[in-house]
């Protein structure tokens, strides 16, 4: 690449542009997961539509690989790439709250905190992701889990309208109205059809929330598994939660001979009035004794930062995932198999319900075509050192052995590990062609490949 090029581009765009050699390359080229360690021949720092315009033609004159960095958060590490141009929406992050319309507009490096933060202050939430850090745009464009879902929706069921810089360099809006084919596959079909420079979401009444996390004895876990199975299949959609091997943090709130034991935790988050919440958990806590908990009434925006302590920038990342249809007694023993032996506190194993709103989205309305998948499961491996490298990986790799044939054969994008690129198909069950469709209309030289791919 001549500097000619790369001046051009400075030229063009109001945000840094940063290539190897200048001062801040490092800090600029690092993603959250810190087992990436790639090299991008330029990093664009957007702070409008036409910087990230600017870096999609860059890429695309000069034949490189493209990444789009959101909130950066991708466990493969799609938000940088070697040799290729970043386009790096961090700098993006404002959130525009309409109370009148109960809309919300996102710019697209926004996280969730941010998110939640503004619409919180007039008492409405939509549903988004369970770390405050998340990209609001990558975790919609896969889907969307989180503890509302099952009252409204995955977060690309909340989905107005998006503002996409597609591969051709041109801005165009995508919403039932215009340009449908596009809004359709980019609710679930992730960052495969162009850049989401803003979007905007449907917003419910929500302000605070009565919930929080329970841990409860390994003897008790196969008990609360079933329970839980049997609860949420009809438990009103007020009701969010899921229940998660972890090991316990040393927090005041769990007896300190404890800390470091490992636990089977519900996280609850009961979104209905306040004073019925005590009462919509006492299920939970009729099973089995709660050994600790710090549970009641909270800001949701505080639920959804209760845990970003645990999953620092800079921990080592694999995943593995799988939706499930029906959590047999043998896919409980597999998890009771595996669970216990969670290696880290920052590691943990969470089965998410999707079942409520979700169900009410007919598979081929959108991308996410696992509308009858009442789990979404995620072995998510997290651990700060690298020597711990090959021992982390075993575990999440044994447990999805275990796991993965008592469940659905696809998984939820946005928790598939890099080697899961054989799986994409199964991911999207019969919704793939159309995908590969609206690809080849939008993007027929896969300019956008770095992510979970579907190839033109
Ligand atoms: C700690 C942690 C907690 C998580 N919790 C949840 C959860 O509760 N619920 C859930 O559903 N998922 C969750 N996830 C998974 C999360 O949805 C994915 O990692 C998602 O890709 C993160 O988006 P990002 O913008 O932060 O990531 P990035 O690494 O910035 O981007 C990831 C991918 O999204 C695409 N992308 C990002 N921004 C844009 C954009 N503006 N336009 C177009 N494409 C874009 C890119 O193509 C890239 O391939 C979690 C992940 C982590 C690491």
Redesign the pocket.
């Given at each position: 690449m001549s500097n000619p090029t790369i001046e051009q581009l400075r030229a063009r765009v109001s945000g840094a542009v940063i290539t190897p050699g200048d001062d801040g390359y490092d800090e600029a080229r690092r993603?959250?997961?810190a087992m990436i360690d790639r090299r991008p021949a330029v990093i664009v720092r957007c702070t409008d539509a036409a910087d990230v315009t600017a870096a999609v033609d860059f890429a695309r004159e000069n034949g490189l690989a493209l990444?789009?960095?959101?909130?950066?958060?991708?466990?493969p590490?799609?938000?940088t790439v070697d040799g290729g141009v970043v386009a790096d929406?961090?700098g993006m992050r404002a959130v525009r709250v309409d109370p009148e319309k109960r809309t919300a507009r996102a710019e697209?490096?926004a996280?969730w905190g941010a998110f939640n933060e503004a619409t919180g202050a007039f008492g409405l939430a939509t549903t988004?992701?369970?770390?405050s850090?998340?990209?609001?745009?990558?975790?919609t464009?896969?889907?969307?889990?989180?503890y509302l879902a099952r009252g409204f929706g995955?977060?690309c069921d909340n989905l107005v309208s998006a503002e996409?810089v597609t591969a051709n360099g041109r801005t165009v809006t995508a919403s039932e109205d215009e340009h449908a084919d596009l809004f359709w596959a980019i609710r679930g079909g992730?960052?495969?059809f162009?850049?989401?420079?803003a979007?905007e979401f449907r917003l419910h009444p929500v302000k605070d929330i009565y919930g929080g996390p329970m841990f409860f004895d390994l003897k008790d876990a196969g008990a609360v598994l079933r329970f839980y199975r049997e609860f949420i299949a009809d438990a009103p959609e007020q009701f969010g939660g899921f229940p998660a091997f972890q090991i316990a943090p040393p927090l005041p709130f769990i007896p300190e001979d404890r800390h470091g034991e490992t636990f089977l935790a519900f996280v609850a988050c009961w979104a209905g009035p306040l004073d019925e919440g005590e009462r919509a958990l006492k299920p939970l806590h009729d099973v089995a004794p709660v050994v600790a908990e710090h549970v009641g009434p909270m800001p949701y925006s505080a639920l959804n930062g209760a845990f970003d302590a645990l999953?620092p920038a800079g921990l080592q990342?694999y995943?593995k995932a799988n939706f499930v249809r029906e959590l047999t007694d043998d896919a409980i023993a597999a998890h009771l198999g595996h669970g216990p032996k969670d290696p880290t506190v920052n590691s943990t194993v969470h089965i998410?319900p999707i079942n409520g709103a979700c169900h009410r989205v007919a598979a081929d309305a959108t991308a996410v075509a696992y509308r009858d998948a009442n789990f979404a499961a995620v072995i998510?491996g997290?651990w700060p050192d690298p020597a711990q490298n090959d021992a982390n990986i075993k575990w999440v790799r044994d447990y999805y052995a275990a796991t993965a044939p008592l469940s659905e054969e696809g998984g939820?994008v946005?928790?598939m590990a890099g080697d899961d690129q054989d799986r994409i198909k199964a991911n999207y069950r019969s919704n793939y062609p159309r995908l590969v469709d609206v690809k080849r209309r939008y993007d027929p030289d896969n300019l956008?490949r770095?992510?979970?791919n579907i190839k033109p």
């Open positions: 993603v959250y997961n990444a789009v960095r959101g909130g950066g958060h991708s466990v590490g799609f938000g929406l961090s697209g490096g996280t988004g992701g369970i770390i850090t998340t990209g609001v745009a990558g975790l464009l896969g889907g969307g889990i989180g995955l977060s996409i992730g960052g495969n162009g850049v989401a420079t979007l999953v990342h995943w998410y998510a997290m939820y946005n928790f956008f770095v992510n979970q």
